[in-house]
């Protein structure tokens, strides 16, 4: 099993940069591991995955040319780098990992969570 453990939110202005880590603890991380958001009242939804690999990277519309997704292999994390927040991207951020490579997209799609980092962009 293995623990996986964000960092990096905060409370920052529209236009600003924030770097989110997940960290796994326990073992490496296998087939892919994606970040999703959720906002008060709103369904959880995907931001952006990467392949174990780390080749393969996968950015939702909403937030492609502003987010990218990175791993440290050795250190066995994944990065998150936002740059040019809306206060839109306002959010608790997860990091998750899957099996399921074709399921990226999808919450079902995962198997262990996070416990998520709160990002606050004000206008």
């Known amino acids: 099993q293995v623990q996986l453990v964000e960092s990096g939110g905060g409370l920052v202005q529209a236009g600003g940069s924030l770097r989110l880590s997940c960290a796994a603890s326990?073992?490496?991380?296998?087939?892919?591991v994606g970040w999703f958001r959720q906002a008060p009242g709103k369904e959880r939804e995907f931001v952006a995955a990467i392949k174990r690999t780390g080749f393969n990277t996968y950015v939702a519309d909403s937030v492609k040319g502003r987010f990218t997704i990175s791993r440290d292999i050795p250190k066995n994390t994944v990065y998150l780098q936002m740059n040019s927040l809306k206060p839109e991207d306002t959010a608790v951020y997860y990091c998750a990992e899957g099996s399921t490579s074709a399921l990226y997209y999808a919450v079902q799609g995962y198997n262990y969570w996070g416990h998520g980092t709160q990002v606050t962009v004000s206008s």
């Open positions: 326990g073992r490496t991380f296998s087939s892919y």
